[in-house]
C-alpha cells in the first residue's frame, strides 16, 4: 500500500527523474558527441571557482570534442560513398546481362560443354615459358574426366581450343565442367599458372552476407562483379 509521508512531502514508493542531470554513459557503451558535450558543460558547472579548469586542459578536451565530431561525418561520408558505389555495381551489373564474361576464377576455371561440335576455349595465364603444359578437367560432381597433355607455351596469356572429348575420344555431354592447369619448366620446377572463368551473364543478384553484387551464368556459376575482367558480347 502506498503511503504518504507528511514529513518529507514526498509519495513513498514512487521514482524521480532529475530532467537537467547528466546522462550515465554505460562503461561498454560509445559516446557521442551529444553526451561528450553535456559532460564538458556539467564539468564547467561544477568546477571549484577558486581553482577553475586549466585553459591548456580545457582545449584540449575541445579539440576532443571537434575530433569527435569530424570523425561522425566523416564516418557518414563513407556510408553513403559506399551506397553511392553499391549503387553504380549493380547498374553495372545489369548493362551486363546478355554478355560473354571472363572472371577470375582463382585456380579453376569453369567451362560449358554445349555438344555442339565447337572448340571450347581454355584460357590460363603463364609467369614464366613451360615446358609442360597440362589441364585436367573435372564434371560438375568434382571427377576428373580427361586429363590434356598440351605441351610447351609461351609465358602470358594463353588460350587453347578443346574439342570436348575424353581421353578415348568420346564426346562429353553437355554440362558444365571445371578446369585446373599444372605447367612445368624444364628443369620440372612449377610455373605458376592463372585460370580464368567464363560464361554468358543471364541475371543479377545481391549477396545477402555482404550485400556484394553477384552475376549469375547460365550455367548456375556466381561470380562477384570484383571478379570480372572482361566483357564481351555473346556470340
Request: proline fraction near 3%; charge should be negative.
Amino acid at each position: 500500500m502506498t503511503m504518504f509521508n507528511p514529513t518529507v512531502g514526498i509519495v513513498e514508493g514512487a521514482s524521480y527523474s532529475d530532467p537537467f542531470a547528466v546522462p550515465t554513459v554505460d562503461k561498454n557503451e560509445d559516446v557521442n558527441k551529444e553526451d561528450f558535450l553535456l559532460l564538458l558543460v556539467e564539468q564547467l558547472k561544477n568546477q571549484d571557482p577558486l581553482e577553475p579548469m586549466d585553459g591548456t586542459d580545457f582545449t584540449a578536451q575541445l579539440a576532443q570534442f571537434s575530433s569527435l565530431e569530424q570523425q561522425t561525418a566523416m564516418n557518414d561520408n563513407l556510408a553513403l560513398l559506399q551506397d553511392y558505389s553499391a549503387t553504380l555495381n549493380r547498374l553495372s551489373a545489369i548493362d551486363m546481362i546478355g554478355k560473354e564474361i571472363e572472371f577470375d576464377g582463382g585456380g579453376a576455371g569453369s567451362v560449358t560443354v554445349n555438344g555442339d561440335g565447337q572448340p571450347i576455349p581454355l584460357n590460363f595465364e603463364l609467369a614464366d615459358n613451360a615446358q609442360e603444359v597440362v589441364v585436367d578437367i573435372y564434371n560438375d560432381a568434382g571427377g576428373r574426366v580427361a586429363t590434356l597433355e598440351l605441351g610447351y607455351f609461351d609465358l602470358g596469356q594463353q588460350s587453347f581450343n578443346w574439342n570436348g572429348k575424353d581421353d578415348d575420344g568420346n564426346a562429353f555431354s553437355e554440362g558444365s565442367y571445371s578446369f585446373a592447369v599444372t605447367a612445368r619448366d624444364e628443369l620440372g620446377q612449377l610455373v605458376t599458372s592463372t585460370v580464368n572463368g567464363s560464361g554468358e551473364v543471364r541475371g543479377v543478384e545481391t549477396d545477402p552476407g555482404n550485400g556484394n553484387t553477384l552475376l549469375v551464368l547460365a550455367d548456375g556459376t556466381r561470380v562477384g562483379i570484383d571478379k570480372v575482367v572482361s566483357v564481351n558480347s555473346a556470340t
